[in-house]
């Protein structure tokens, strides 16, 4: 009887013990070079379970394996040494935003990955200046994102950024139209104006390369 009683309050104990080690949350501090002498500093939390969690429909299976998952909660950019930008120390979300290092290194564009934020474009030589670009709203209708603007590349010569918008409206003849714009953003003051329109009825194999969208 004791020997049966023991080896339950051991069994519970190892379990007590294996659950709340296994629980237990961390984060840490990481460097990443993105150009010379400029860098991300990222803090990540990684969230830690005791168990793995197998969704089955409407049913939860919980295998007895430990899992986890990080992610990154502030990024702070140092260009020799000066922070030029970091993110609201209460973000409590995932942050998910790419940095794009111009070919002459002097502008850095911050584009968030999820296309829920606007663009942030840093200047490395005037002190970390940074401008943002303002959503267009209702001027791109049906745009695919919360923020629509994808990065297609520098023209770092003409002082400007070029990005791609994709859209849809239906016509009056019920049939869905495909647009694809391209912006131009100015690398100084962030202002931003369309330079070419295109539409094209929607298909599968939709193929842009013979407009001047492409």
Request: include cysteine.
């Given at each position: 009887m004791w020997n049966r009683t023991l080896l339950v309050l051991a069994i519970s104990a190892i379990l007590g013990a294996?659950?709340?080690?296994m629980s237990v949350d961390r984060s840490f501090t990481r460097q990443v070079n993105i150009g010379p002498q400029l860098e991300v500093r990222e803090t990540v939390n990684v969230?830690?379970?005791?168990?793995?969690?197998?969704?089955?429909?409407?049913?939860?299976?919980?295998?007895?394996?430990?899992?986890?998952?990080?992610r990154v909660v502030t990024q702070t950019v140092v260009n020799q040494d000066r922070v030029v930008w970091q993110t609201e120390s209460n973000r409590a979300h995932n942050r998910t935003v790419?940095?794009?290092?111009?070919p002459s290194g002097r502008f850095l564009l911050l584009e968030s990955k999820l296309h829920e934020e606007p663009w942030v474009i840093v200047d490395l030589q005037q002190s970390g200046k940074t401008?943002?670009?303002?959503?267009?709203?209702?001027?791109?209708?049906?745009?695919?994102?919360?923020?629509?603007?994808?990065f297609l590349r520098w023209e770092e010569d003409s002082g400007r950024i070029l990005a791609l918008v994709s859209g849809s409206y239906v016509s009056g003849a019920h049939q869905q139209i495909k647009i694809r714009e391209i912006w131009a953003m100015d690398l100084h003051n962030c202002s931003r104006v369309?330079?070419?329109h295109c539409e094209k009825p929607w298909s599968l194999e939709l193929d842009w390369s013979d407009t001047d969208c492409k």
């Open positions: 294996y659950l709340t080690v969230d830690r379970r005791a168990y793995t969690s197998l969704w089955f429909g409407s049913k939860t299976l919980y295998l007895p394996l430990p899992s986890s998952a990080s790419s940095f794009r290092l111009s401008c943002t670009v303002s959503d267009p709203g209702n001027e791109i209708p049906d745009h695919a994102y919360v923020y629509p603007f994808s369309m330079i070419r």
